[in-house]
């Protein structure tokens, strides 16, 4: 009955994340009606600075009206749907990120198209740049939407560029050049390399260094860059060496003219849902010095347009630059907090992190949990703990990791005390484990 389009398998629907995702809605945890159910650890939402927003909106009731200077402005909101969006919304938008990431680079809103989401905004540019069959190149481990989001309906593929934990699953130019061969015995055109800084599962800063060698590699082959900056706002570790860096700073510091093409080749994506919370909003963008590329997305915007009331409203919550400025900063530090807590509480049921300074997640190393060093081991252990611990988390195959026994943990979208019980059930899970492994050594520690 449905078309070959949509009933294609590239929508990645059956893999592993969705399943806990189905899971966990058959039996979710609530600390007083269902306080055994299963606790969502699985979702990269940012709940931890509503009080905030809500405060705000408070204090502004004339932006949930939508009065205007206190007359009511909602007969031009509800006509209005130009699809190069409300003139204010995008200067806001531009003034935020030119702020928040430390005024490096002045941001201009006519390089801007607004999209319903990062969703919308990285399959529009993969309609834009790829041709059905032809390729992006993307490091292994990424957010598992993406096969969705730049394949199914664009008729993209996707080649993995295999990252290791051997160097915390840094890109290098070796790991580039291989995909890029990879591609080509496949049969397939490599047309750019898209990366997510900071990084979904991995929640590291990309390095000038990493960021360089993508531009080096890009020059070299004649390609495209896509760089999703979803995450830009959550780093909360920002010391010189990890702060957060985006690709637009880095291609700014190659200002000469034999750069030009490559300015020309390199795109950014961004979106409200994680840094300010606001995944239901749909508020995305695509920003690119590609005139081209911009008049073809703000075209194909008009199937992923953002509502004129949201524009409206969030428009006068991000010209409040006094209140977004604290706002940032004490997200950052909730986010800080959060994440101690998970990595502490791993810390006590045996198990480690790799090393983080953004995001809404950790990548939990388990592969000491694993019975055997493959990815069947590695689903079991899953569904071990997704379904006697209680936990949904997403496995690393999911990410397409290619070592087994990697986990994604999300920490800011459940409350502390979930967070607790969670932590207390691994701790719990681990110890039955190493009991049964080793029951004398295990013996032995209790008498102490
Ligand atoms: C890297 C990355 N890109 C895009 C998205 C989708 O974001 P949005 O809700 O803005 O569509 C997500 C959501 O988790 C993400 O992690």
Redesign the pocket.
């Known amino acids: 009955m449905l078309s070959r389009k949509a009933s294609k398998d590239s929508h990645g629907q059956d893999s592993s994340y969705f399943q806990g995702w189905q899971e966990y809605e058959k039996n979710p945890y609530h600390p007083i009606q269902n306080p055994m159910g299963i606790i969502q650890m699985g979702l ?1 939402e940012n709940q931890l600075s509503f009080d905030l927003l809500e405060s705000w909106l408070r204090r502004n009731s004339n932006t949930m009206a939508l009065k205007k200077d206190g007359v009511s402005a909602f007969k031009d909101l509800a006509l209005f749907q130009d699809y190069h969006g409300l003139p204010a919304f995008k200067e806001a938008l531009v003034n935020f990120m030119t702020s928040m990431r430390g005024n490096k680079i002045k941001y201009s809103s006519d390089k801007l198209v607004l999209t319903a ?4 905004a ?1 399959e529009i540019l993969m309609f834009c740049l790829t041709d059905p069959g032809q390729a992006f190149i993307l490091p292994t481990p990424y ?1 598992p ?1 993406f096969d969705r ?1 730049l394949k199914w309906r664009t008729g993209a593929e996707i080649v993995p560029m295999h990252c290791s934990s051997s160097n915390g699953f840094r890109i290098t130019r070796c790991a580039l050049e291989q995909a890029y061969q990879l591609g080509q015995e496949l049969n397939l055109k490599i047309k750019g390399v898209l990366v ?1 800084n900071p990084s ?1 599962p991995l929640g590291t800063t990309m390095t000038k260094t990493e960021l360089n060698h993508l531009l080096d590699f890009a020059i070299d082959k004649n390609i495209h860059i896509v760089s ?1 900056e ?1 995450y830009s706002g959550t780093v909360f570790d920002c010391s010189s060496t990890t702060g957060f860096t985006s690709i637009m700073e880095v291609l700014n510091e190659r200002n000469n003219n034999n750069y030009n093409n490559i300015r020309n080749h390199v795109h950014m994506v961004y ?1 409200l ?1 994680k840094d300010l919370g606001l ?1 239901g909003f749909r508020v ?1 963008l695509i920003y690119s010095n590609n005139e081209k590329v911009i008049a073809a997305a703000t075209k194909m915007s008009s199937f992923a347009l953002v509502s004129s009331q949201t524009q409206f409203m969030l428009s006068n919550l991000l010209s409040d630059a006094k209140f977004i400025k604290k706002y940032m900063v004490e997200n950052q530090r909730r986010l800080k907090r959060r994440k101690d807590m998970l990595v502490r509480g791993l810390r006590k049921a045996g198990i480690s992190c790799l090393r983080s300074n953004a995001g809404l997640f950790c990548w939990v190393d388990m592969r000491h949990l694993l019975s055997s060093d493959s990815f069947e081991a590695e689903k079991e252990l899953w569904k071990r703990i997704v379904c006697e611990v209680g936990l949904n988390i997403s496995p690393g195959s999911s990410c397409h990791c290619s070592q087994p026994g990697w986990f994604r943990i999300c920490f800011a979208n459940i409350s502390e005390d979930a967070l607790h019980l969670a932590m207390h059930r691994m701790k719990v899970f681990t110890s039955s484990i190493f009991s049964v492994r080793f029951p004398i050594i295990m013996m032995r520690k209790k008498s102490f």
Do not use: L, V
């Open positions: 990269a989401g990062a969703t919308a990285n957010y939407g989001d997510t979904n999703d979803i979106s849902s995944p995305g």
